[in-house]
């Protein structure tokens, strides 16, 4: 199932390799909804997503915290093990399309305030189950 979600980046994204040699780009997304409660206050709750790029790494420059996207993929509910060891729910993304709504400074353009447009979309890549880092 096709699904869009619109956030900011927590932090700056990393690339990751997995256990098969394919690389990915990994952040987390924070989702804000606000709306107003029967008293009429505004009540704000955020979703934190894990999300996943698949297509190229060359996109990790511009995904810094603080970027605002758009993202659409398909949603998955997952669980990992904590630092403290213990099994911690959390809400995967896997991303097939991305939309820079702003922000997208290269990391090392950053000092400079050098803003960069988004990279070129390349092919897609076969993932399976095994393949995923989470």
């Not at 993929?73 to 939309?99: C, M, V, W």
């Amino acid at each position: 199932m096709k699904t869009t979600i619109k956030g900011r980046l927590t932090a700056d994204a990393t690339v990751n390799t997995t256990k098969s040699n394919k690389q990915l780009v990994a952040f987390n997304l924070a989702v804000n909804e606000s709306y107003r409660n029967a008293n009429g206050e505004t009540i704000t709750s955020t979703e934190y997503f894990r999300c996943a790029y698949w297509k190229t790494t060359n996109i990790a420059p511009y995904l810094t915290k603080g970027t605002m996207l758009m993202l659409t993929g398909r949603l998955k509910a997952d669980a990992y093990i904590n630092k403290q060891g213990q099994a911690t729910p959390s809400l995967d993304f896997h991303i097939r399309d991305i939309e820079f709504l702003s922000g997208g400074r290269r990391k090392d353009n950053k000092a400079q305030g050098a803003t960069a447009p988004a990279p070129a979309e390349t092919e897609m890549v076969a993932v399976t189950e095994d393949d995923l880092p989470f």
